[in-house]
Nanobody, 126 residues
């Protein structure tokens, strides 16, 4: 069983920054292709960012490109999402997710991921 614990969410004004963390115990994080997703009230869960097992390859949703940065520290079993220039439309519950079976083949699709964190709320006020 793999558990992920997210932290770092909160309330921030538009233009501000937050850094989300996702840590795991048990199986080493280095085995997983990792992603961040978000879900706003009444909307479907959407892809935000993804990072390969080594951290060499990353990708972002167009809506966050240039503002968000995904990174990982496999030695600390952690993945991060640095968010800057936040906008009210970034308000959502943010989830980290781990893909063990598919190797990140379709990293933008939520159902491709095997394990999920509990989510952390990010609220951006205007």
């Amino acid at each position: 069983q793999v558990h992920f614990v997210e932290s770092g969410g909160g309330l921030v004004q538009a233009g501000g920054s937050l850094r989300l963390s996702c840590a795991t115990s048990g199986r080493a994080l280095s085995a997983y292709f990792m992603g961040w997703f978000r879900q706003a009230p009444g909307k479907e869960r959407e892809f935000v960012a993804a990072i390969s097992t080594s951290g060499v390859r990353t990708d972002y949703a167009d809506s966050v490109k240039g503002r968000f940065t995904i990174s990982r520290d496999n030695a600390k079993n952690s993945v991060y999402l640095r968010m800057s220039s936040l906008k009210p439309e970034d308000t959502a519950v943010y989830y980290c997710a781990a893909d063990f079976r598919n190797g990140g083949r379709n990293y933008y699709i939520p159902t491709e991921y095997d394990y999920w964190g509990q989510g952390t709320q990010v609220t951006v006020s205007s």
